[in-house]
């Protein structure tokens, strides 16, 4: 296929810098979306012409890439191959880990960290349309703006968040914390959870959490904690494109709705890469080859 846009994604610095292993050399990237120009022996479910999307193929930093026609998924009418690279992965991380991980009830309280980033972002729509308080944790002034515009009702910066959270839950706490910064977070984000809450490890752009005192969970009030993956949420095309057609779904009912923050091209991957270290971003970027 080949790309017409591809998604920056921090599994792709994790990748990079080898907190996640991989064999050498390899292209970086894991998601886009683009234009089937060839199609091999017995692939019946695409056609030349077809756009398409994927979000679990290392490779995609590259104007075309070969993808097993098992891990494509079909981009309907009205939604471009932009918004498609825009959404598809954090969109169905933050889908997972709205509906399954810790599946969002109207009436509860939960907090999402990096709430102006890409997952972020999505996940605070998710949990507001699932009739969620949603209290996000960001770093600034205009990162707040843009949490509040996604749906966040209390937005916090990130000293002593899990304190505030009590104040404002008056004491009871919240019942899902999605952390997706780990190593500097992970302590206030046990303390703002409620009796029996559940910690979303879902990212860690500070560094991994250190070894966990299980007794935290058993003091904090019957905790748990999760560190889930994509791949055992669509552990095969079919569960893969089912999901993916609920995204697209929610994207087209305005639920889910991406914020590209800046387009670059190809060749400025790494500056793409020192942008979300620094988390100077918002929403998400994308590489346009």
């Known amino acids: 296929m080949r790309n017409e846009a591809v998604g920056v994604n921090y599994i792709d610095v994790y990748y990079r810098d080898g907190s996640l292993p991989g064999d050498l050399p390899f292209v970086p990237g894991q998601e886009a979306a683009g234009t089937v120009v060839a199609t091999g022996e ?20 590259a104007p075309t890439v070969a993808v097993p ?81 996604a749906g966040a009702r209390h937005v916090l910066r990130y000293a002593g968040f899990g304190d505030r959270v009590r104040e ?54 019957s905790l748990y904690v999760t560190r889930p993956t994509l791949g055992d949420h669509v552990p095969d095309s079919e569960a893969l494109r089912a ?11 305005g639920a889910m709705r991406p914020l590209v923050s800046q387009e670059l091209p190809l060749d400025e991957a790494a500056r793409a890469h020192r942008m979300l270290e620094d988390r100077s971003t918002t929403g998400k970027l994308l590489l346009i080859p």
């Open 42 to 61: 017995g692939v019946t479910d695409f056609a030349v012409g077809d756009t398409v999307a994927y979000a679990s193929h290392r490779g995609a930093y």
């Open 243 to 253: 999901r993916a057609a609920e995204v697209f779904a929610l994207l087209a009912a």
């Open 168 to 221: 404002l839950t008056e004491g009871a706490g919240a019942q899902a914390v999605y952390d997706s910064v780990g190593a500097d977070t992970w302590r206030d984000s046990l303390r703002a959870l409620g009796r029996r809450g559940v910690l979303v490890m879902c990212g860690a752009s500070s560094g991994p959490v250190p070894a966990l005192d299980t007794g935290l969970l058993r003091t904090g009030g």
């Open 69 to 149: 026609a098992g891990k494509l998924v079909p981009v309907p009418g009205g939604v471009t191959a932009r918004d498609a690279a825009a959404v598809l992965l954090q969109g169905l991380a933050a889908h997972y880990l709205t509906h399954d991980t810790h599946p969002v009830g109207a009436g509860e309280t939960v907090v999402v960290l990096a709430a102006a980033g890409g997952l972020g972002r999505l996940l605070v729509q998710l949990a507001a349309h699932r009739g969620a308080t949603v209290i996000a944790v960001v770093s600034s002034a205009e990162k707040e703006k843009v949490a509040l515009e």
